[in-house]
């Protein structure tokens, strides 16, 4: 029987790896240059492929140790170092790095970076079953809890309704959507010890946002400095409508609260098209998934003071908070609907403009997707 597997080629299976993989020279006159950078390292290194080939090796990595530079500068051969600090005091990251001579080609090496992260409660998408429920086990107990009060919650908001007038009709039917969507968001978090797929849909990023601002603008009336910068031109998302309005609600309601203490309060939204884009995993549930563009990118930004440096790599971790009285839950649950859609998240700091980021990334919606879902 004749087989009648493809075999893609290097390039296509460098740029699938999600772990960062450059090639530098070491040929006199280019010394250390970066010849060659997968996808992978746009995201690592939070700049385009452009500001990283044809870049000084040294120059890219920033790294801690005169010792390990003296060894890639010293040994033509193979090395392997671990934790090896990279990056500012503010950007610090540690790494295993391996260095490798290309076979044929004395005057290259590859080389693959490996972060490590901080030890404490690390959970990745590849967890495994006790990973998996010290993420999402506290939520789901918790979700019997609070279905008691919602019950009671939209039973009042029924009575108001009946006898509000027009305006305030609209606040109790907002009232009674949002308990709707987080008692099936419960009923979910129950059984989140196993992957919940997504179901997913084209999505118009701008309905939702306006539905999550409206949300929060009720329960946040101190909070009058709102920006909109939307590119109207967006191409619709390949997404959880459900899971992505939960995401953005989180996000938007954590900026609100870290702004709070603020003379001037102060949220801003913004979508764009990323050409260079985010990569998408190749472990999600969409068959979809490999080598995939993430360009449609939300950012959320506050003028709050940011994160301490100190739980900065913990952040996305349950029970990690920088709230007096968070539980820690929420940007591990939205980190969790994020890797499940195949999307990506990020913290960014811009101590210039003194604004706290979170940036979200997703594919665009594909006519075969649309037509094969509907």
């Known amino acids: ?42 995201i690592f290194f939070d700049r385009s492929l452009k500001k990283i080939i044809k870049h000084d090796f040294f120059d890219i990595m920033n790294i801690n140790s005169d010792h390990f530079i003296n060894m890639i500068k010293s040994n033509p051969g193979s090395i392997f170092a671990q934790d090896i600090e990279i990056g500012s005091k503010e950007t610090k990251k540690t790494v295993n790095l391996r260095v490798q001579p290309i076979s044929g080609h004395e005057q290259l090496s590859i080389i693959s970076i490996e972060e490590k992260y901080h030890p404490r409660g690390y959970i990745s998408s590849h967890a495994n079953m006790d990973g998996a429920l010290v993420e999402v086990g506290a939520p789901a107990i918790l979700s019997h809890e609070i279905k008691n009060p919602l019950s009671s919650i939209r039973g009042a908001a029924q009575l108001m309704g ?73 191409p619709d998302i390949w997404a959880d409508p459900d899971h992505l309005m939960q995401i953005l609600i989180n996000l938007m309601q954590n900026a609100a609260d870290a702004c709070g203490a603020e003379e001037l309060p102060s949220l801003i939204i913004r979508t764009k098209f990323v050409l260079s884009g985010e990569i998408k995993d190749n472990h999600i549930t969409n068959k979809y998934a490999s080598v995939r563009k993430l360009p449609v990118e939300i950012s959320i ?18 029970f990690v908070s ?6 820690g839950l929420g940007l591990a649950i939205v980190r969790k609907l994020v890797r499940q859609m195949g999307a990506r998240i990020r913290y960014e700091r811009d101590e210039i403009g003194n604004m706290t980021k979170f940036i979200l990334n997703f594919p665009i919606s594909l006519p075969h997707e649309q037509e094969e879902h509907s």
């Open 1 to 42: 029987m004749k087989d009648d597997i493809s075999i893609p080629s290097a390039d296509l299976i460098l740029s699938s790896l999600m772990s960062p993989i450059l090639v530098i020279s070491t040929k006199k006159g280019t010394e250390y240059k970066i010849i060659f950078a997968n996808e992978a390292c746009e």
């Open 162 to 234: 009946r006898k509000a007038d027009a305006k305030n009709g609209k606040l109790s039917n907002l009232i009674i959507g949002e308990v709707d969507r987080i008692s099936t968001l419960l009923n979910q978090m129950q059984d989140l010890g196993q992957t919940q797929k997504p179901n997913f849909q084209a999505v118009n990023i701008h309905i939702l946002l306006d539905r999550a601002l409206q949300t929060i603008g009720i329960a946040n009336q101190h909070l009058k400095n709102i920006k909109l910068y939307f590119d109207p031109s967006l």
């Open 301 to 318: 930004e506050d003028n709050g003071p940011g994160i301490d440096n100190e739980i900065l790599s913990e952040v996305f971790n349950p």
């Open 322 to 327: 920088t709230k007096k009285e968070g539980q």
